[in-house]
């Protein structure tokens, strides 16, 4: 009995002195710069991270694609005089599937907003900035419904000109994410088809 009390008491002992010793540092992290944060003010300057050990650069990381969006267009733009991606570009499909009625609005406020200025709410080649040629650009915009090389062109390749632009046409991938990009390619070929859509009404 008298062994059993001693134990009982060594034990209430060791865990009495166990729970008093108040660990004060977390050890070593696994990931620090994921367990403890490395704040950064916004708008504050980014001269000095770098030599604190953080690399910043605003950019995704290479070989990464934001979330909902589609892959990259798998070719680039052409060198000056060169013309072999666009030509190219006729073999690449639309990756989206056609428009319902809600996203075929969306692709016309999209078209409305970045290209009726030049070819017009009628794809007609006549938007306000030629406006039958009073305007202030002289250089008449394609007519996407009538020209046989617009209503003519595969989908890739109208694609790679809205990206990198054309002649006179400036680029617009900069502006338009590729899925809005595909999504006016859609509504520039249901127009051609004589889909019904309230642009140009």
């Not at 062109?153 to 006179?168: A, H, L, N, R, V």
């Amino acid at each position: 009995m008298k062994k059993l009390s001693v134990i009982a008491a060594l034990l209430l002992a060791a865990s009495v002195w166990s729970c008093t010793d108040v660990r004060r540092t977390p050890g070593r992290a696994y990931m620090p710069d994921m367990a403890y944060s490395r704040a950064y003010e916004t708008y504050a300057s980014t001269a000095n991270l770098d030599s604190a050990g953080i690399r910043y650069d605003k950019r995704p990381v290479p070989g990464t694609i934001k979330r909902d969006e589609l892959l990259p267009f798998p070719l680039g733009p052409d060198a000056v005089g060169d013309t072999a991606n666009y030509a190219a570009s006729k073999q690449i499909p639309n990756p989206l599937p056609a428009l319902n009625e809600p996203e075929l609005k969306e692709a016309e406020r999209l078209y409305l907003v970045h290209c009726g200025i030049c070819h017009g709410s009628k794809l007609d080649g006549n938007g306000p900035l030629y406006n039958g040629g009073n305007g202030p650009y002289a250089a008449a915009p394609r007519n996407l419904i009538a020209d046989p090389v617009a209503t003519n062109m595969p989908d890739g390749q109208m694609f790679y000109s809205i990206t990198y632009g054309k002649g006179q046409m400036g680029p617009y991938g900069p502006q338009l994410s590729a899925k809005q990009r595909w999504k006016i390619v859609h509504y520039i070929k249901a127009k051609q088809n004589g889909q019904s859509g309230s642009a140009g009404k």
